[in-house]
């Protein structure tokens, strides 16, 4: 029986679940026996959540779960990524540096490249040592040819978003309908971070037990739209900012996902061996204030279209009320890092993120502090995965980014240099603890020492801005041929309205 006849069979979500557990089963008696001592591990990606939209960065908004993450295992202080959505979950997927793969802006919808096929992503190299892969959430790494897929690129079941922001509750994403399973488009109703929890559960119950488990749940939250709950966003009805409350009530919703899914693992006997990672994939996209004349020419444009039109502006320039949302209607929270998403800016690349492994890496902290200041990267956390299940000979000698398994325990290792590309806004690179940046005049400063970027060393150190820019010149750039900006202002990646075209799985060519 075909997987699309079975589903249009069993209507119900229960009965999905169920025959894909038999599914399953069947595709595990096929699989290579992992040693029984190799860990699950659960990745955990937030979508824009700002440095101080966590309760143990001092936020007003109640994460406990996140918390009990960072608090119980090692909270990454200095964890980078890139500054928006696509290329971060490249190097995420690849070890390698996004902008080298010509992966350094978000895929548009309309594109037809996406993540080189060429590269070996990371349930492809679990899958070589008896893991069992699962995706739940946003893919956002190529979705014109069913190649490119996640269920063509090494995981056994895949459910959720193909493109970028969707709306919550209608699951659109510029005017085409998208929420899939395993590339088949499903219309579900209900708010998008229940569904994501309830999906991950089933497959928990469906899980092949004779194998570890990856699994990898990228959430929608807190990415715009501002959708959530009434019920939760009640709870921060003092907050003056109506965007604050839908944001922080978005943020909570996550938290409350993950709280649900750490007890399932618990349930299942599974979490005192479950390696857990959680970051966001950028910085949160913080809303422009009303001096325009010290924002992005973006920014500056979004909020001159409030300011003329209000809301909605005129539909016959659709991407003029998709920069006008975008810009003034954001509410994350960087405080005190300086920018956001989008921007070079640490506000932009640097993002709360916590490790943690029941019984394994407390005893890296005993006695000590959980924090670990050494910087690591979001192209480090595959090399860091395979040497956590001891398969550390699996690692490429090519890769960009570096094992910190020891760093983890105790014994910190040199980072590599890092490259970031903001939309728009240039290139900046690290070699720590340096950053530089040449988009309108030299700026370096030492991140480590001055984590706002507020003293400029460029003049007091010649020498040093010599050596980086001779980095920088020499990066590696790999070919972009994504959509060209001046159609997004007549077709925009808008995050829910109106559906205007066939669901983005239905348009997937073979």
């Keep these: 029986m075909s997987s699309r006849l079975r589903l249009q069979i069993f209507s119900s979500r229960s009965a999905v679940l169920s025959v894909l557990a038999v599914c399953l089963c069947t595709v595990g008696l096929a699989a290579s026996a992992a040693s029984p001592d190799k860990p699950n591990i659960l990745i955990l990606l937030a979508d824009d959540l700002g440095w101080n939209d966590v309760s143990y960065h001092g936020s007003e908004i109640r994460t406990p779960n996140i918390d009990h993450i960072a608090q119980s295992g090692l909270e990454l202080d200095r964890f980078y990524v ?56 946003k893919w956002h790494l190529g979705h014109h040819a069913r190649a490119q897929l996640p269920n063509a690129r090494g995981f056994e079941h895949a459910y959720g978003s193909l493109t970028g922001g969707i709306g919550y509750w209608n699951k659109i994403h510029g005017g085409g309908y998208d929420w899939n399973r395993n590339g088949m488009t499903v219309r579900e109703e209900g708010y998008a971070t229940h569904l994501l929890t309830d999906e991950v559960l089933g497959l928990l119950d469906a899980r092949d037990r004779d194998r570890p488990n990856f699994l990898y749940v990228a959430f929608q939250a807190p990415h715009m739209p501002n959708e959530a709950p009434q019920e939760t966003v009640a709870q921060y009805a003092d907050s003056p900012n109506p965007n604050r409350r839908d944001h922080a009530a978005m943020v909570a919703e996550m938290d409350q996902a993950i709280g649900k899914i750490l007890d399932a693992y618990k349930q299942h006997g599974m979490l005192d061996n479950t390696l857990v990672v959680f970051f966001s994939d950028n910085g949160g996209l913080v809303p ?74 407390e005893s890296a902290i005993e006695g000590g502090s959980n924090r670990v200041d050494h910087p690591i990267t979001v192209s480090d956390v595959l090399p860091t995965i395979l040497q956590a299940i001891g398969e550390e000979a699996a690692i490429p000698e090519d890769l960009d980014g570096q094992g910190h398994w020891r760093t983890l325990l105790g014994e910190p290792e040199p980072s590599p240099d890092y490259a970031v590309s903001g939309l728009l806004h240039g290139v900046a690179v690290y070699r720590w603890p340096y950053k530089f940046s040449d988009a309108e005049n ?43 900006y001046f159609d997004l202002f007549f077709d925009p990646d808008t995050f829910g309205g109106k559906e205007d075209r066939i669901p983005w799985a239905d348009r997937v060519v073979e």
């Design 82 to 137: 890139q500054p928006s959505c696509s290329p971060t979950r490249a190097g995420l997927m690849t070890g390698r540096s996004p902008i080298s793969l010509g992966v350094y802006r978000p895929i548009n919808k309309n594109a037809e490249h996406g993540l080189p096929l060429d590269q070996k992503i990371l349930p492809q190299y679990l899958a070589g040592h008896g893991y069992q892969s699962y995706m739940v959430g």
């Design 288 to 361: 422009a204030g009303p001096d325009s004349d010290t924002h992005t020419p973006a920014e500056r444009i979004g909020v001159t279209v409030r300011e003329w039109f209000g809301k909605p502006a005129p539909a016959w320039i659709p991407g003029l009320e998709f920069i006008a949302t975008s810009a003034v209607d954001s509410a994350s929270d960087n405080t005190p890092l300086p920018g956001g998403k989008t921007l070079i800016a640490e506000g932009g690349v640097r993002v709360p993120a916590a490790i943690w492994w029941p019984g394994t890496l």
């Design 442 to 484: 030299p700026q370096l400063f030492d991140v480590m020492a001055d984590p706002l970027e507020q003293n400029n060393l460029a003049h007091a150190l010649p020498d040093k801005v010599a050596e980086l820019n001779d980095l920088l010149t020499n990066w590696t750039v790999g070919p972009d041929p994504g959509v060209p």
